[in-house]
């Protein structure tokens, strides 16, 4: 599964911005999609994370509230909508994706930067 991310940028505090990510396979062939952050000196964290069939979806207590994972099944598509955004979102932000058996994928990188 190859994976492809867009949307990232600067952004002022309080703005708005939207990731998406298209899957290679099908969507029916992965289990769940997700988005992790690296932060400059930071682990890698999990930001949201969707079951494709179904549409259940998880997140990191730190952005509860203000981001929103869903996803386009007809599209092989994830998208993140990243509203009230806090210098602290400054991230890489990673796309991914897990198939059924249990592998996961990883998508390049995209820079999300939230700096006045």
């Known amino acids: 599964v190859q994976l492809q991310a867009s949307g990232g940028g600067l952004v002022q505090p309080g703005g708005s911005l939207r990731l998406s990510c298209a899957a290679s396979a099908s969507i029916y062939t992965i289990n769940a999609m997700g988005w992790y952050r690296q932060a400059p000196g930071k682990q890698r964290e999990l930001v949201a994370r969707?079951?494709?069939?179904?549409?259940?979806?998880n997140y990191a207590d730190p952005v509860k509230g203000r981001f929103t994972i869903s996803r386009t099944n007809a599209k092989n598509t994830v998208h993140l909508q990243m509203n009230s955004l806090k210098p602290e979102d400054t991230a890489v932000y990673y796309c991914?994706?897990?198939?059924w058996g249990g592998g996961i994928y990883w998508g390049q990188g995209t820079q999300v930067t939230v700096s006045s």
């Open positions: 969707i079951i494709t069939l179904g549409g259940f979806a």
């Open positions: 991914t994706a897990e198939d």
